[in-house]
């Protein structure tokens, strides 16, 4: 391998790097990547969901993470976002920003589509398009993913109702510990923490229309993106602090990170409201697909998110979640 940076491999032949590092992850509909568009068909009964995120070096990831977690994480945050209104992955576009003369290699890029290729097979999803460029300044990735499900059966977060109970996904807080593990702030013998920072792990192949009244992914921290669904369904949640469920790598390091768990991001769990008549379908539908769940709150008439402790009380976080501006 040169050690020609991706900038000056792609100046010196864009349509050679396409093919070199993302010509092989392409589908059928991409149509080879050799043509200005893909052609996609929508299956009858069925409608796209689409989402797109944008990944920013120094932002979004560290600039030592590397490369071949680089682009799964980004594909599986894209990926949450279908598993969050019930979409089974079909196809992604991939956008790719080289900063000029940097450290982004032959074999860096080798790397990063090697792990690419990796969770295609793992979620059955291919390329089908994008763009690469050269920048003054940092590395930024950005993907749009498609989605398929029936017609009418999305779910949304504006459907939440006064009494239905509020679960969540997996464990929370281990990717907002993995980072301060990662700068050096905390301690991780085992490396779990840092993994779940590096590969988040969407909660695809869920089938909960007719289950659950709401859903979202939990991307900007538990509690703001409770906040969320709250706002959007106009009623309050009530969130019990101590009914969160925490890894055991992340309780290893005591109660004083409570909060930095109920308010970092990069959690990438599902957030769900249930009426408690489908808890036991809820409960059913992911011990089939090997995801715990946790009951953690209830949904009432009112207004935002209350977090109370073993006692009852209210906890005031001292942070709020992730925010973009």
Same mark, same amino acid.
């Given at each position: 391998?040169?050690?020609?940076?991706?900038?000056?491999?792609?100046?010196?032949?864009?349509?050679?790097?396409?093919?070199?590092?993302?010509?092989?992850?392409?589908?059928?509909?991409?149509?080879?990547?050799?043509?200005?568009?893909?052609?996609?068909?929508?299956?009858?009964?069925?409608?796209? =969901?689409?989402? !797109?995120? !944008?990944?920013?070096?120094?932002?979004?990831?560290?600039?030592?993470?590397?490369?071949?977690?680089?682009?799964?994480?980004?594909?599986?945050?894209?990926?949450?976002?279908? =598993?969050?209104?019930?979409?089974?992955?079909?196809?992604?576009?991939?956008?790719?920003?080289?900063?000029?003369?940097?450290?982004?290699?032959?074999?860096?890029?080798?790397?990063?589509?090697?792990?690419?290729?990796?969770?295609?097979?793992?979620?059955?999803?291919?390329?089908?398009?994008?763009?690469?460029?050269?920048?003054?300044?940092?590395?930024?990735?950005?993907?749009?993913?498609?989605?398929?499900?029936?017609?009418?059966?999305?779910?949304?977060?504006?459907?939440?109702?006064?009494?239905?109970?509020?679960?969540?996904?997996?464990?929370?807080?281990?990717?907002?510990?993995?980072?301060?593990?990662?700068?050096?702030?905390?301690?991780?013998?085992?490396?779990?923490?840092?993994?779940?920072?590096?590969?988040?792990?969407?909660?695809?192949?869920?089938?909960?229309?007719?289950?659950?009244?709401?859903?979202?992914?939990?991307?900007?921290?538990?509690?703001?993106?409770?906040?969320?669904?709250?706002?959007?369904?106009?009623?309050?949640?009530?969130?019990?602090?101590?009914?969160?469920?925490?890894?055991?790598?992340?309780?290893?390091?005591?109660?004083?990170?409570?909060?930095?768990?109920?308010?970092?991001?990069?959690?990438?769990?599902?957030?769900?409201?249930?009426?408690?008549?489908?808890?036991?379908?809820?409960?059913? =539908?992911?011990?089939?697909?090997?995801?715990?769940?946790?009951?953690?709150? !209830?949904?009432?008439?009112?207004?935002?998110?209350?977090?109370?402790?073993?006692?009852?009380?209210?906890?005031?976080?001292?942070?709020?979640?992730?925010?973009?501006?």
């Amino acid at each position: 391998m040169t050690g020609t940076s991706g900038a000056e491999a792609t100046k010196a032949g864009e349509f050679g790097f396409i093919a070199r590092h993302f010509r092989p992850l392409a589908g059928p509909e991409s149509l080879d990547l050799r043509d200005d568009c893909a052609l996609m068909r929508c299956p009858a009964g069925e409608e796209f =969901a689409i989402s !797109t995120d !944008t990944m920013v070096e120094n932002v979004h990831f560290l600039p030592d993470d590397p490369p071949e977690t680089l682009g799964r994480k980004l594909l599986r945050c894209n990926l949450s976002d279908l =598993a969050a209104m019930g979409a089974r992955p079909h196809a992604y576009t991939l956008n790719v920003t080289v900063p000029r003369g940097g450290r982004h290699d032959e074999s860096w890029f080798a790397a990063f589509s090697r792990g690419l290729s990796e969770d295609q097979k793992v979620y059955g999803i291919q390329l089908i398009g994008g763009d690469t460029t050269s920048i003054s300044g940092p590395l930024v990735l950005s993907a749009t993913v498609f989605g398929l499900l029936r017609h009418n059966t999305a779910l949304r977060r504006n459907t939440a109702r006064p009494g239905d109970d509020v679960w969540v996904t997996g464990t929370i807080g281990d990717a907002a510990l993995g980072l301060l593990v990662l700068q050096g702030k905390l301690r991780d013998p085992s490396g779990f923490l840092a993994e779940r920072y590096h590969l988040p792990r969407p909660r695809t192949g869920l089938h909960l229309h007719g289950i659950v009244s709401a859903a979202m992914d939990i991307s900007d921290g538990l509690i703001q993106d409770c906040g969320h669904i709250a706002e959007e369904s106009g009623v309050q949640l009530v969130i019990e602090a101590n009914a969160v469920p925490v890894s055991s790598a992340a309780a290893s390091l005591g109660h004083d990170w409570l909060m930095r768990r109920l308010c970092g991001g990069d959690d990438y769990e599902l957030l769900l409201t249930c009426a408690p008549e489908c808890s036991e379908a809820l409960q059913a =539908a992911c011990q089939a697909a090997n995801i715990p769940v946790h009951r953690i709150g !209830t949904v009432r008439s009112g207004t935002g998110v209350r977090v109370l402790d073993a006692k009852g009380r209210d906890i005031i976080p001292e942070q709020g979640g992730w925010q973009h501006f």
